[in-house]
């Protein structure tokens, strides 16, 4: 069984553009949240969504958005990058029947 | 949600017994201790949660007392491949919530 997968691995983008980063659960996981770590630091809580509908919000400015679709996959949106949106940028899956959540490897951006 | 006090860093050579004390003064009736291990560049990974006593699994045991203010991870004869970052959170079962804090862990080296 697949586990968590996040898109694409590492990105590279310039100040002021946009991102996307992509993320599918483990099969039957409807919830999804998304982490920010940079280097030296835990992860820090972005967004949880759950049945497609914002569970939960991290201390984050409204540059950063999410979507959760139909099949649970779901969607990190970074507008108008900054130097310090640089980081490993996690998504963990979970459910209620489970007693962990599952993160999968991590999207590296690098912002120049 | 609870704050949790861990040591920054811990030394340990191959085959010892490593423990990891998280300090956890306000914990909350109803939270649970758990315990992540996270390899650089890779998602963290859930290695035991408990609520009380003492809880063992493969991989390591955690001893919680009566009080529940601390907690200790034991990981038995540690190896070169136990080298990784331990983070102690406190909150509700990582599988009924998708927001999880983290602190700054605990980085384990482990020596030949």
């Known amino acids: 069984d697949a586990g968590v997968t996040q898109s694409p691995t590492h990105l590279i983008k310039t100040r002021g553009q946009h991102v996307t980063l992509r993320c599918s659960p483990i099969s039957g996981h409807k919830s999804v949240s998304w982490y920010q770590q940079v280097l030296g630091q835990g992860p820090q809580f972005i967004f949880q969504y759950y049945e497609k509908e914002e569970r939960g919000r991290g201390n984050f400015p409204d540059r950063f958005s999410a979507r959760q679709f139909p099949n649970y996959s779901s969607e990190l949106n970074v507008n108008a990058l900054l130097l310090g949106d640089s980081a490993l940028y996690l998504c963990?899956?979970?459910?209620?029947?489970?007693?962990?959540?599952?993160f999968g490897q991590g999207t590296r951006l690098t912002v120049v | 949600l609870a704050k949790t006090t861990q040591p920054i860093s811990m030394d340990s050579y191959e085959g010892q017994e490593v423990n990891i004390t998280c300090s956890h003064n306000n914990i909350a009736t109803n939270d649970y201790i758990t315990w992540y291990q996270q390899f650089p560049s890779q998602g963290p990974r859930f290695i035991i949660q408990g609520y009380k006593t003492k809880v063992t699994n493969e991989v390591a045991s955690l001893f919680i007392p009566a009080d529940r203010k601390s907690s200790t991870l034991s990981l038995p004869r540690v190896s070169l491949s136990d080298t990784a970052v331990y983070y102690c959170?406190?909150?509700?079962?990582?599988?009924?919530?998708?927001?999880?804090?983290f602190g700054q862990g605990t980085t384990l080296q482990v020596k030949p």
């Open positions: 959170l406190v909150g509700a079962r990582s599988g009924n919530t998708g927001k999880l804090i």
């Open positions: 963990a899956s979970s459910s209620p029947g489970y007693t962990e959540a599952f």
